[in-house]
């Protein structure tokens, strides 16, 4: 798929229209993801039950394509547990690299896979997998992630 | 009367695509007179210059220092002396922060600079008064972008002992009054520094007319190749400076313990030296004198003026700095409602435009004026009417890929 019609098709849906997108009461764990070069600026926010995301949001802004994938990865990861979430971040940064092209193992990033052509801009790179970083880092090190509610009890 | 068509044929990458390349402010196109130049250096002259006592490092050493005496004339300086070769603006800049800032600025003093500078014209001055306990002040432009008189009057006072300027801002396009504000400057007896990145490819400068005691510019952006930059300085200021960098040929006798330094400028450029860069900005120079400023800044009005009334006629666009077209030196800095600018290029570059988008190293100004980042399209001499129209054509379709 060509960039307009990535855009067109997929991106400016989640972009314009995003599900997760606002500020979550007593969320479990908050961190800010930052591209520096452009900009981008997100605010993600995990609702974790008994190791399971029960719920995503984020806030902040960025550049279309920055929000939606961050948006459709609240999609995906929203029931998933800790570890899974993880495994899935490393899929969908090994596929925005071209690292992975197996189709079967990309199936399970479900629409995320839609943005496999990123690979091909490696100026938005960045953009694409801010989300996912983000929630890597903050499942993997919830030390260096607000904590907020255990802040709160 | 000359037209870009009679240039563009000089510059290879032009003629490769239908790509239309509007980001001039960050770095030109080289015509094949540049290229050749250098080529003819290394597979004729190509030795260290300023060391061997053969014909071929004498041949080197005297491209070089032609090379050193086509800068001095193009900035009007006084003497050869005072034209240093360094990689870029931002190593000019710095070099006058390390061996300059660093002597002259005392705890209380004051540097003042502009928040339209650079980043390489801020962190230099946000070290040296860190490090010196002074106190960094910033000049601040109206709604068009003009630093005023009262402005530059209440900032510059007798505690300040540096103003480091830019002569042309890479976000607005301005010409600050950089002439008023050095007599304001000296009158209150600060050093007047002048950051010309952005200035020399686009109007004449005259360094004493000025009256900058340091002046400094990048050879990529016009025309010469990367990696060859200028630092000029006055020859008083110069000889009581330490150097910068320390080592090879910029010494004069080295013993175990100690050493004493070249003669200007050799003082200042320790290492072996870029010396076709050197020749290749030598030769930009002389195309540029041949293309002659008259025709740069006329045919820069022409296609700045157009491009701005094209993008009046869009109303979710939002054009940064003077309102008048002759005051953006080629730079249009804009947004666009509810699309990042990010998307702006990436789409545009879809249909072969090329524009900036992104903070254009100038984020204390994207905070000032409150955008995040802008796009920003900048056109040189050998941009044409017709590029201009294909852009604002591409640019009016942007927002319906977007999903408006």
């Known amino acids: 798929m060509d960039l307009k019609g990535l855009y067109r098709e997929i991106v400016n849906e989640h972009n314009l229209r995003p599900a997760h997108k606002g500020d979550m009461e007593n969320p479990d764990l908050v961190l800010r993801g930052v591209n520096p070069s452009c900009g981008d600026d997100i605010t993600l926010q995990l609702k974790i039950v008994d190791g399971v995301i029960e719920d995503a949001m984020f806030s902040g802004s960025g550049c279309a394509i920055s929000q939606a994938s961050v948006d459709m990865m609240a999609d995906q990861v929203i029931g998933r547990t800790k570890e899974d979430a993880i495994k899935l971040a490393g899929t969908f940064m090994g596929m925005i690299k071209g690292e992975i092209k197996d189709e079967e193992e990309l199936e399970e990033l479900d629409e995320a896979a839609a943005l496999q052509d990123i690979s091909h801009m490696p100026a938005r790179v960045k953009c694409a997998v801010l989300g996912w970083k983000t929630m890597q880092k903050m499942l993997e090190h919830p030390e260096d992630a607000e904590n907020i509610s255990s802040e709160n009890d | 009367m000359s037209r870009p068509e009679d240039y563009r044929k000089d510059f290879p990458i032009l003629g490769k695509g239908d790509y239309i390349y509007f980001d001039n402010a960050a770095t030109s196109q080289r015509p094949n007179a540049v290229m050749d130049a250098i080529k003819d250096f ?199 400076m330490n150097p910068f960098l320390t080592g090879g040929e910029m010494i004069e006798y080295v013993t175990r313990e100690d050493a004493t330094y070249a003669e200007l400028p050799h003082k200042f450029e320790a290492g072996t030296v870029n010396a076709a860069g050197a020749v290749g900005l030598e030769a930009a120079i002389k195309y540029l004198q041949n293309v002659g400023f008259d025709f740069i800044e006329e045919q820069e009005l022409k296609l700045t003026t157009r491009m701005m009334e094209g993008m009046k006629k869009l109303p979710y666009i939002k054009i940064y700095g003077s309102s008048d077209p002759a005051k953006h030196s080629g730079i249009v800095t804009f ?36 955008a995040g980042s802008t796009a920003r399209a900048s056109v040189y001499f050998y941009n044409t009417e017709e590029e201009v129209d294909r852009f604002l054509e591409h640019l009016a379709g942007v927002r319906s890929v977007m999903g408006y």
């Not at chain 2, 071929?56 to 005297?62: L, P």
């Not at chain 2, 600018?341 to 100038?362: E, F, W």
Request: proline share 4%.
């Open chain 2, 335 to 370: 947004t666009m409602e509810g699309v990042h600018p990010h998307d702006i290029s990436s789409v545009l570059n879809d249909d072969h435009v090329c524009v900036r988008a992104g903070h254009h190293c100038a984020q204390p100004l994207m905070q000032f004026i409150g």
């Open chain 2, 42 to 240: 290394y597979e004729n002259s190509n030795a260290n210059p300023l060391r061997g006592l053969y014909d071929w490092s004498v041949d080197a050493t005297e491209r070089y220092e032609n090379a050193r005496k086509t800068v001095s004339d193009f900035i009007g300086a006084s003497s050869t002396e005072e034209i240093i070769f360094t990689r870029n603006t931002t190593e000019s800049l710095n070099l006058v922060a390390y061996s300059y800032g660093l002597s002259n600025v005392e705890e209380g003093d004051e540097v003042v600079i502009s928040v339209m500078e650079h980043h390489s014209n801020i962190l230099p001055w946000q070290m040296v008064t860190k490090q010196k306990k002074a106190k960094l002040v910033f000049l601040e432009p109206d709604e068009e972008g003009v630093i005023t008189p009262e402005e530059y009057k209440s900032k510059i006072t007798e505690k300040t002992k540096i103003v480091s300027i830019g002569h042309v801002s890479n976000v607005f396009g301005i010409t600050n009054p950089v002439k008023d504000i050095a007599a304001y400057a000296h009158e209150m007896g600060a050093t007047v520094i002048v950051d010309g990145a952005q200035a020399a490819p686009h109007i004449p400068v005259n360094v004493q007319n000025l009256g900058a005691d340091f002046y400094a510019f990048s050879g990529h952006k016009l025309m010469a190749p990367m990696g060859i930059g200028v630092l000029y300085g006055r020859k008083k200021l110069l000889e009581n």
